[in-house]
């Protein structure tokens, strides 16, 4: 089922959510739908719908939503997916920030 949301999703951010789930002892392919949408997206109250990790920005310490500018809490200690989908924004935040030190590395 997880490959239904392939298409719609960031392949980093898969690429991420299969290394993290394996290190929990997931396989990330053998998730329902419901349970791999539950990894990759975030719920927003203000907006009243999902949207992908990747569209979560961090400000003054808050990961806010890019599409209200609305604060969204993404809980660590509410269920084995919780931890999951706080580890896979985190990690996918460390690729993008190693990845512009290297392109900023380049230009010099």
């Not at 808050?62 to 997916?81: G, Q």
Request: charge should be positive; hydrophobic fraction near 35%; aromatic fraction near 8%.
């Amino acid at each position: 089922m997880a490959e239904q949301i392939r298409e719609n999703c960031d392949p980093l951010l898969v690429q991420i959510a299969r290394e993290v789930c394996s290190k929990e002892g997931l396989d990330f392919e053998s998730l329902t739908l419901h349970q791999a949408r539950g990894l990759l997206y975030y719920w927003c109250s203000t907006c009243s719908c999902t949207h992908p990790l990747t569209d979560l920005v961090i400000a003054r310490k808050k990961k806010v939503c890019t599409h209200c500018n609305t604060s969204i809490k993404l809980y660590a200690t509410s269920n084995k997916f919780g931890k999951l989908r706080r580890a896979i924004f985190f990690e996918h935040l460390s690729r993008a920030l190693t990845s512009v030190r290297d392109q900023n590395r380049l230009r010099a």
